[in-house]
């Protein structure tokens, strides 16, 4: 099963090109456009559709993926806070076998963390061949919420390094090159920034706020963050015109709407590992022999 064409170009921060944040729409619903001028549902019915689609297809994919071991997928998720990451996770991984995906968040780095290189603690992290990752944020996080407050590179501890614009830059490279040696060895990114907007996000904070089973999802440090929304605009911008590449390109997912949020990085994620073109593995004439031979002894025992 396959995303529209269409769909993937307008999504892609194409290699190259800036990301230009500002004209992609977080209320868009790209995946709806066609079915619902057609007058064939409700966007939310359609989305839930698609998204039910490529949960099932993604639980089929999955298997051939453990089955192959030739190959790991990651799914890279960063947003501003409420724009939906954990809800993305639980809907379009809920049909996945648990045994072949793993999901790691990433906070704040601890003293062990910090002693190492920014990319150490995902490297640890990283999917075998075989499986899924997932990063609920990642180490984009050191050209993110570190360029926002660098402050924090007081506690890395980076000798010799000045924090002007060009650390922002080496990191960059520093992602690029990660990334495409990931690339070369298996392992296929899928890099999704949950993009919603300003007023949305004021509205999620609020029902949080508002709605006394969920006040516990509300964090001082939310609002904090919030204050600093043009700083982050500026950062995401910057990181993803940067860091998209023919290997590893961003995808910018409209995120005002959950349910398309949901269907869309759903779609992503198939469409990552369909283009494997991964087929059951296929067994010598030997192990067919021995195979056989199992199948004949056990067949016996019934007679």
Known sequence: MRVDPHILAALRVSPGQAARLADRDP?????????????????????DHELAAYTAALAATQELLWANGTHA??????ALDAAGKDGTIKHV?????PQGCEVTS??????EELAHDFLWRAAKALPARGRIGI????????????????????????????????????????????????HRNGVRLVKCFLHVSREEQRRRLLERLEDPP?????????????????DYQLAYEEALTATSTPWAPWYVVPADHKHVLRALVGGLLVEAIDRLDLAPP??????AARLEAA?????????
Do not use: C
């Not at 997928?73 to 960063?78: A, N, R």
């Not at 991984?93 to 076998?97: D, P, Q, R, T």
């Not at 296929?282 to 192990?287: G, I, M, N």
């Open 214 to 230: 969920k006040r516990w999802k509300f964090s001082e440090a939310d609002l904090a963050e919030r204050a600093h929304w043009d």
């Open 93 to 97: 991984m809920s049909g996945v076998n």
């Open 106 to 111: 990433f906070k704040q780095p601890s003293a």
């Open 27 to 47: 209320r868009s619903s790209p995946l709806l456009g066609h079915e619902d001028q057609a007058g064939k549902g409700r966007p939310r019915d359609l989305a």
């Open 282 to 287: 296929t067994v010598s004439a030997e192990r």
């Open 295 to 303: 199948r004949a002894e056990l067949l016996s025992e019934g007679t």
């Open 73 to 78: 997928v990651l799914l890279v998720l960063q």
């Open 135 to 182: 990063f609920n944020r990642s180490y984009y996080e050191e050209v993110l919420v570190v360029r926002v407050h660098p402050e924090l590179l007081t506690a890395e501890h980076l000798a010799g390094h000045e924090h002007g614009p060009q650390l922002w830059h080496q990191r960059y490279e520093d992602i690029n090159a990660f990334e495409h040696h990931l």
